[in-house]
């Protein structure tokens, strides 16, 4: 019991501890984790993510139509099941004579920021980019967002600039045994971390049941 109680003291941070980032890749029956992981960012926040003023609506527009056949949606969770980070890698028309690319879309909630969850998104979506055949992951964000520029810039982006925007590149060189095991790996370990996650969660319930919630009285 002592356990299952002290779990939900566990460090708020433990990724900062060098723990590898759980990314999982999520499907449509996630839709609505999305949905609320995305209202959660306030109005600088969208502007940031989405490059212009959002409300609410088109949010739920923006999840309501994201093809989950066609694109890749990767999402980290907290200890309470929460989405606490999401990257979108939608995969750009093939045009004849051009490279396969990818844009990466990306969301950290202000809780869960700097401990390396947006770097872990980013790593996973070019490691599924190679995996997929894709030659250039890119960024489109607005050029004074700093962190995206810095997160960008640490994983080797190159950089341009040009009225008020940024686009960031990255040349992915082709996949092999290791890009294709690195990414099973994660999947498997971010599986294992949910499972765990969910039964620490589904125990601390059944205690806090038998308990009693303090000033509930049952
Ligand atoms: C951009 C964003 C995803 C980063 O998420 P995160 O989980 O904090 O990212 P990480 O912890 O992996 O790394 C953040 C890095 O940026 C740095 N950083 C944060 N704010 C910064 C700033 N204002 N100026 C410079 N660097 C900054 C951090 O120090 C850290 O650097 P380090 O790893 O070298 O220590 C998050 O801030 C966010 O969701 N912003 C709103 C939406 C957005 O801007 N999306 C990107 C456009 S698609």
Same mark, same amino acid.
């Given at each position: 019991?002592?356990?299952?109680?002290?779990?939900?003291?566990?460090?708020?941070?433990?990724?900062?501890?060098?723990?590898?980032?759980?990314?999982?890749?999520?499907?449509?029956?996630?839709?609505?984790?999305?949905?609320?992981?995305?209202?959660?960012?306030?109005?600088?926040?969208?502007?940031?993510?989405?490059?212009?003023?959002?409300?609410?609506?088109?949010?739920? /527009?923006?999840?309501?139509?994201?093809?989950?056949?066609?694109?890749?949606?990767? @999402?980290?969770? +907290?200890?309470? %099941?929460? =989405?606490?980070?999401?990257?979108?890698?939608?995969?750009?028309?093939?045009?004849?004579?051009?490279?396969?690319?990818?844009?990466?879309?990306?969301?950290?909630?202000?809780?869960?920021?700097?401990?390396?969850?947006?770097?872990a998104l980013l790593q996973?979506?070019?490691?599924?980019?190679?995996?997929?055949?894709?030659?250039?992951?890119?960024?489109?964000?607005?050029?004074?967002?700093?962190?995206?520029? /810095?997160?960008?810039?640490?994983?080797?982006?190159?950089?341009?600039?040009?009225? @008020?925007?940024? +686009?960031?590149? %990255?040349? =992915?060189?082709?996949?092999?045994?290791?890009?294709?095991?690195?990414?099973?790996?994660?999947?498997?370990?971010?599986?294992?971390?949910?499972?765990?996650?969910?039964?620490?969660?589904?125990?601390?319930?059944?205690?806090?049941?038998?308990?009693?919630?303090?000033?509930?009285?049952?």
């Open positions: 019991m002592h356990n299952i109680l002290a779990s939900r003291h566990s460090p708020t941070k433990p990724y900062l501890a060098r723990l590898a980032v759980p990314v999982r890749e999520l499907h449509a029956g996630h839709r609505e984790q999305i949905l609320n992981h995305l209202l959660q960012l306030d109005e600088e926040d969208r502007r940031l993510r989405f490059g212009t003023q959002t409300p609410d609506e088109v949010i739920k /527009h923006y999840v309501e139509h994201l093809d989950f056949n066609k694109d890749s949606v990767f @999402g980290v969770f +907290d200890s309470d %099941l929460r =989405l606490v980070g999401m990257a979108h890698l939608a995969y750009l028309p093939q045009v004849k004579g051009r490279v396969h690319a990818s844009e990466f879309g990306v969301s950290v909630l202000p809780e869960g920021r700097a401990q390396g969850l947006g770097t996973r979506s070019a490691v599924h980019s190679r995996n997929s055949n894709i030659q250039t992951l890119y960024v489109h964000c607005l050029a004074n967002n700093k962190a995206m520029m /810095h997160l960008a810039q640490k994983a080797g982006m190159k950089v341009e600039y040009a009225y @008020g925007d940024a +686009d960031a590149y %990255l040349t =992915l060189p082709p996949a092999n045994p290791s890009t294709i095991v690195e990414e099973a790996a994660n999947e498997q370990w971010a599986g294992f971390d949910y499972a765990v996650k969910e039964n620490l969660k589904l125990a601390s319930q059944v205690w806090w049941w038998f308990l009693g919630r303090p000033g509930h009285a049952r």
